[in-house]
């Protein structure tokens, strides 16, 4: 059941609050996969709003990175851990995982080196997740109170 506050809020409310939570966190879980293989992964990100995305450092040579190379669409969950049922906050999402190259790479690199300073000693891929669909649960707002955002 959703509280009336959550009921009231614009879209653009709905939003600012699915990326206040994942500008809160820092780790992500996703799923790749390619015909019957499937694998996934833990992974830092760093959100730039602007651009509706996440950008995350992996190599190519893991089995999720050769998975995203040939089927960039992955799925994948934000959360936090918590025993209360009545503050559950999660993101579950859509999207689609390519690897940055050339002038994309700049603004990436500056968001994920500010998010994660340890990444400038260390040279990996840099890969660029877009959303295509969040669906953010927060029980804090009512239980099963949820938000949904579709590109």
Not at 8 to 13: D, G, I, K, P, R
Not at 17 to 37: P, R
Not at 125 to 147: C, E, P, Q, V, Y
């Amino acid at each position: 059941m959703a509280t009336a506050s959550f009921l009231n809020q614009t879209l653009s409310e709905q939003k600012e609050a699915i990326w206040q939570y994942i500008l809160s966190n820092h780790v992500m879980s996703i799923s790749a996969w390619e015909q019957d293989d499937i694998w996934s992964a833990n992974l830092f990100y760093a959100a730039d709003i602007s651009q509706d995305c996440v950008y995350v450092m992996s190599s190519k040579l893991t089995h999720h990175g050769q998975l995203m190379q040939k089927n960039g669409v992955v799925s994948g969950t934000i959360s936090e851990q918590t025993e209360e049922v009545t503050q559950l906050k999660g993101i579950q999402f859509l999207g689609i995982a390519t690897i940055l190259h050339d002038s994309l790479i700049q603004n990436a690199q500056s968001v994920y080196q500010q998010r994660f300073p340890v990444a400038k000693e260390r040279q990996e891929t840099l890969w660029k997740i877009a959303f295509t669909r969040l669906k953010f649960t927060d029980n804090s707002l009512g239980f099963g109170t949820k938000m949904i955002w579709q590109q």
